[in-house]
């Protein structure tokens, strides 16, 4: 299973450097397929031992998502795969970041987690976080708003 691993991080890294929109992979017990902005599909062939995987739940929302507009000042901060939220490295610990920290550009806001693979979101200016629209551990998805932060 290491072995698919690897494989499906270099696929991952493949699509994302050649801006492709999907790639597969096959060869004797293992079959992987990536799509962007989907989850990465197990095929397996008979007799092979899958891992336990749960499928994402997805919420359902009845409006459009609504981006707050309070000014020119505030940047929504955007998720940039589907996965799970994590405000901390791990459960207990300190969260990256809270409402009214100012960051600098390269800090680490959040984990993001997408099949196993924990990714870490970083701002790309100076600012403030004023707000952090995400409950730790939900699923987000792909360019959903993470947090506002303020222009210094």
Not at 25 to 33: K, N, R, V, Y
Not at 34 to 58: D, H, L
Not at 85 to 111: K, M, N, Q, S, W
Not at 114 to 139: R, Y
């Amino acid at each position: 299973m290491k072995e698919a691993s690897r494989i499906l991080r270099e696929m991952v890294d493949l699509v994302e450097e050649n801006k492709l929109t999907e790639l597969t992979f096959s060869a004797g017990d293992i079959s992987l397929s990536v799509k962007k902005g989907s989850t990465a599909q197990f095929m397996q062939a008979p007799g092979f031992i899958s891992p336990s995987v749960q499928p994402a739940v997805q919420s359902s929302v009845t409006e459009p998502e609504k981006e707050k507009k309070v000014n020119e000042n505030l940047i929504p901060v955007k998720s940039p795969i589907a996965g799970v939220f994590y405000r901390a490295l791990r459960p207990g610990a300190e969260p990256f970041v809270d409402i009214g920290d100012h960051v600098e550009e390269g800090t680490v806001l959040c984990i993001v987690e997408a099949m196993k693979l924990f990714n870490e979101l970083t701002s790309d200016q100076k600012g403030k976080i004023v707000s952090i629209e995400v409950e730790n551990a939900n699923v987000v998805s792909e360019g959903q708003v993470l947090f506002y932060l303020e222009k210094a």
